[in-house]
Each structure stands twice: as structure tokens, then as C-alpha cells.
């Protein structure tokens, strides 16, 4: 049977470019090697954060973006410094992602029926200088709907072009080779593997019951990256970050596995960008887990002091939200993987989000009456249950049983009362003006200006020590793997190139796998909010190349 078009992957970026291939009558073949449940892939289980520039939400809320800013901010985060080779096309779609993102993304996804919190996120707000690392404005906007919110859309697309003929669609078909004829793509091979029932996200049989062959005119890989895989991780895992992590939980189901950038590769593609990745420091363990070594990442605000392993507080800008890959950097400079914040009940109430559409009920549900909860008294629901029954919260009303709780959870004993007293008391004491020589306070008061921070995301600044606003609350904090930043290197039109940078006639690719663009779009830091975007961007992209072919 021959196609138009093989999609391989049916995460978001493979259903974006689906759905565009086959809205211009071409036929389509869409393959995965995961059970129906996991349409969707990676994107289904995200806080469904999206990357906008200068848009209503921003100006409702008086905050004054622009394409110019945004890219300043780009340029200062990413870094690229292999500019004629591995970072070129990354640069070429880092400047068309921007205009996307200041220009129709919005619309295009607002006429799909998508729609967004009120309340815009600022996220990765960096703490260096202005042509620095981070967002100068907030520009985390969050699905209404999160994941699934954003998934909808497509996989509606999708499955009307499915019953109308446009697309089929094989779930359990894991291709294990890109075919070749004379120097152009022109099919793909694999085996089919055993029919699965786990639930979405669970690791599924690998037990193989046939085998396939499918032709087409074009190929299409959006598979996703490595964050599954922990050995490709270490493997990769940059020098200037130190040593890989000893341990380290997974951000993303174990089929995460990056099996398709090699078969690319074995097929003439060039991978760029190998050194660079995304993983979070506020991983904690989940206590309810869906795939193996489960780790849910914690959205902290700006107040909670921030500890290595030694309970030695982390130099600026250490501070939760401002640079994830910086802090990375400092936590595993200590020779540890873990690191504690300690914050108060006042602080947990406001602050403490957690990254998932599962861990968001309100608004993965779209509850408007949920999402009001959110303002009354104690914990979400969803941290509450974390303080329970997680094994990585201690909660106590003296510092001294807090420290003594901290010891016995890591069996180490590697934290001094005296010393985080001193470190608490002296951080208290830079409460009593409103100006300090503390930065991380200065910050804190800082954000605070802006509407939504001061609204629902950062806790008035008040003494950790005053019992009116505790109890006294530690958690062990993991690294959590995530994103691959490299990956097979596109032209703009989606067009996986070779070792020489010629195009692979018949070859494209798409989302993480691409880098979520040319191969690299976010060079070395990313702003948030555009790993979700760089699908989108890049599936649509290049499944509309490929429906001109």
C-alpha cells in the first residue's frame, strides 16, 4: 500500500502535520508504536503552557511586549555560538518561530476553538542583565484545558480525516527503518507490536507479532526526544553542566526513547546539538506514579530558600524560576543530585503549582468554580495530596525538628541546625526594611509588581521564623529528565538535511526530535513555553511542505 505521506509519531507535532497533509486531499499514514490511548503523546500530559508575544491576555494585564523584546530574550537565552554550522538553521527558525509567536499563533489556534487562563505566567525570568537569560515580561500562557486542551484540536482534525479516508491511522507499528531508493525516501519498515490495553502513559508490551512494510512519497519523523531514555541521557549529557546525575526521575513516559533519531541517522539524517538538553531541578516523586520513575516538577514561585544537598543556600540567580539549566549547573557542582527548598505554610498556599495536566484538575477540567478554589485557604488539592502522602515533603513547626526530618529522610545526615538557623534567621532579618542587600528578596518584591504575580503566584514577603505563618515546610527536591534540544537538523521547510547539509529528497522532520526546529531552535536555554509552540510550529510547517510535494 503506498501513501502521499508516512507520519511516524502521533504525538502533537505528528498530528499537526496529519492533519495539515490531509486538509489538502492528500492521503496520510500515521504510525505509533504506543496503543491509541497515548494519542497525543507528550503533550497530552503538559500544563499546556504556550509562548505568545504581545497579546490580549498580556495587555490586559498591562504588560508591554514586543517582537524586538522577545527576541532579545531569545538571543540571550539560547546563546547559539555555532552559527555557520550546527546552529544555523536553529538561528533561521528561532527568528520564524518569534514572528509566529508575535503573529498568527494566537488567531490560528483561537479559530480551532482554543483558549487561554486570564492570568499570563512568567516563567524563566532569568536574573542576569537585560541581554541576558530569561523573559523581561511574563509570557507563560496556559490552554485553558492544559494538555489535552491543546492536543483537541488536531486529534479532532485528525480522526474526521481518518473516517473521510484522508488518514490511516496504525497504533502498535514501531518503524525500525527508513527505506531508500536511489538516494530519495520512499516508505518505511517495521514490526507490529502486540495489541496493548495499559492506560495512557503506562509502558506497554514490547512483544513483536509481525512485521510491515508501508511505501510513500514522503516521511515524516516526529517521535519525540531521549527523556525517557536514561543511558542516551548520560551518553549526551554536556561536560560544562558537570558530572550526569547519579539519579534522576523521568518527566516523561518510558516510550520517550529516542530509538527513531538513530534510525533517522542510519538513513543519512544529521543529528546536531547532541550536548544540549532540558531537565528540571524541582523534581519530586510521585506518589501516585503512571509510568516508571514517575517525577512531577514543581512551578515554585520566587520565595522558598533554595539549599544544596549540604544545606548551603544556592548563590543568585539559584532562585526557583529564574534559570533552570543555571541552577542544574550549580546543584550538580556540590557532587549531589538532590538539592531542599524550605518555604511556610503562607508560601505553599500561593506559590507551589505542579507541572501536568493531571496535577491541574480545575483546568485540565476547564472548572471555573475549581480554579476560584484555588484562592481560599490551605493548599491545592493536588499539593495537599503531595504533603500527605509524597515522601519528599517534611513539614514540622520548629526548625530544629525540620532539620532533624530533612536528615532522616536522605539517611545522610549531612544538614547542621546551626548553620541553616543562621542561614533563616539572617534572611528574616532583611524582612525589617523594604530595601535589602538580599537579592532574592529584592526579586521577590519585584515580581510582585506585576498584577498576576501579586494576585495568585507570589506570597506577600514575611519572616520564615514567625509561627503565624507556618508551619515550617522542607522538600527534597530530584532532577527530573525532560526535553532534548538537539536533534535532527531541518531546513524551514521541515527537510531533514545529511552530513553535508544537502536535503535527503523525500525525508522531513518535526518537533522534539527536530530540536523542535532546524535541528536546534532554542540553542542552549529555553524561554518555556515553547516546547508545545515548537511543535505546533514546526508540524505545521512541515506538513504543509510536504502537502505541496
Known amino acids: 500500500m503506498s501513501f502521499n505521506a508516512i507520519v511516524v509519531g502521533a504525538g502533537l507535532a505528528g498530528l499537526v502535520a496529519a492533519a495539515e497533509i490531509a486538509d489538502k486531499g492528500k492521503t496520510v499514514l500515521l504510525l505509533d508504536q504506543e496503543p491509541e490511548a497515548s ?7 503538559s500544563f499546556g503552557g504556550l509562548f505568545l508575544v504581545n497579546s490580549p491576555e498580556q495587555r490586559r494585564l498591562g504588560i508591554k511586549d514586543s517582537k524586538e523584546l522577545a527576541w532579545q530574550d531569545w538571543l540571550g537565552s539560547a546563546g547559539f555560538d555555532r552559527l555557520e554550522d550546527e546552529d544555523y538553521w536553529g538561528i533561521q527558525w528561532a527568528k520564524a ?3 509566529f509567536a508575535a503573529g ?7 479559530q480551532m476553538g482554543v483558549r487561554f487562563f486570564p492570568i499570563v505566567g512568567w516563567a524563566e525570568r532569568g536574573g542576569y542583565l537585560a541581554e541576558g537569560h530569561g523573559n523581561s515580561v511574563p509570557r507563560f500562557h496556559i490552554v485553558w484545558g492544559t494538555g489535552p486542551g491543546i492536543v483537541a484540536p488536531f486529534e479532532r482534525r485528525v480522526k474526521e480525516h481518518i473516517k473521510n479516508g484522508q488518514i490511516v491511522y496504525r497504533p ?12 530519495t525516501v520512499t516508505g518505511v519498515a517495521g514490526v507490529v507490536l502486540t495489541d496493548s490495553h495499559v492506560s495512557r502513559g503506562e509502558e506497554s508490551s514490547r512483544e513483536v507479532i509481525g512485521d510491515f512494510e508501508y511505501k510513500g512519497e514522503a516521511v515524516l519523523v516526529s517521535s519525540g526526544g531521549i527523556g525517557g531514555n536514561f543511558d542516551l541521557i548520560r551518553e549526551n549529557w554536556p561536560k560544562r553542566l558537570g558530572e550526569p546525575p547519579s539519579e534522576m526521575l523521568s518527566g516523561v513516559p518510558a516510550h520517550v526513547d529516542g530509538r527513531m533519531l538513530s534510525i533517522t541517522n542510519q538513513a543519512g539524517g544529521r543529528i546536531v546539538n547532541r550536548d544540549r538538553m532540558w531537565h528540571y ?5 510521585n506518589w501516585n506514579s503512571i509510568w516508571p520513575n514517575h517525577g512531577i516538577r514543581i512551578l515554585p514561585g520566587p520565595s522558598s530558600l533554595w539549599l544544596d544537598a549540604t544545606g548551603k543556600r ?8 529564574f534559570d533552570t539549566l543555571g541552577t542544574l549547573e550549580l546543584i550538580q557542582q556540590t557532587g549531589y543530585s538532590y538539592s531542599w527548598f524550605i518555604l511556610t505554610q503562607k508560601i505553599i498556599e500561593r506559590e507551589f503549582a505542579l507541572s501536568g495536566s493531571e496535577q491541574n484538575p480545575d483546568l485540565t477540567g476547564k472548572s471555573i468554580a475549581q480554579v476560584l478554589k484555588r484562592a481560599l485557604p490551605g493548599a491545592p488539592g493536588p499539593v495537599q495530596a503531595f504533603m500527605d502522602k509524597g515522601e519528599d515533603f517534611i513539614i514540622a513547626d520548629h526548625l530544629s525538628e525540620l532539620v532533624d526530618g530533612m536528615n532522616k529522610l536522605t539517611g545522610e545526615d549531612l ?20 530595601f535589602t542587600k538580599d537579592l532574592q528578596i529584592t526579586a521577590l518584591r519585584g515580581v510582585r509588581n506585576y498584577i498576576g504575580d501579586k494576585l495568585i503566584r507570589v506570597a506577600a514577603p514575611h519572616k520564615f521564623l514567625d509561627r503565624k505563618n507556618g508551619p515550617l ?4 527536591l530530584h532532577i527530573v529528565s525532560r526535553k532534548t534540544l538537539g536533534g535532527l537538523q531541518t531546513d524551514l521547510s521541515g527537510r531533514v538535511l545529511d552530513l553535508n547539509g544537502q536535503v535527503i529528497p523525500g525525508l522531513f522532520a518535526a518537533g522534539e526530535v527536530s530540536g523542535f526546529g532546524g535541528g536546534g531552535v532554542h540553542g542552549y536555554r529555553a524561554l518555556e513555553g515553547t516546547f508545545l509552540g515548537g511543535c505546533l510550529f514546526s508540524g505545521r510547517t512541515a506538513g504543509r511542505a510536504m502537502a505541496e510535494l
Request: glycine letters at 10%.
Open 172 to 183: 502498535r507499528h514501531r518503524v525500525e527503518e527508513i527505506i531508500k531508493t536511489d538516494g
Open 281 to 285: 531541578t524541582e523534581g519530586i516523586k
Open 473 to 476: 515546610i522542607a522538600v527534597r
Open 415 to 434: 544538614l547542621s541546625y546551626q548553620d541553616i538557623e543562621r542561614q533563616v534567621l539572617a534572611r528574616d532579618r532583611e524582612m525589617e526594611n523594604t
Open 97 to 99: 518561530y518569534i514572528d
Open 104 to 110: 498568527e499563533k494566537r488567531s490560528w489556534l483561537h
Open 314 to 321: 544556592l548563590p543568585v540567580p539559584g532562585l526557583p524560576g
Open 39 to 45: 494519542l497525543g503523546g507528550q503533550a497530552w500530559w
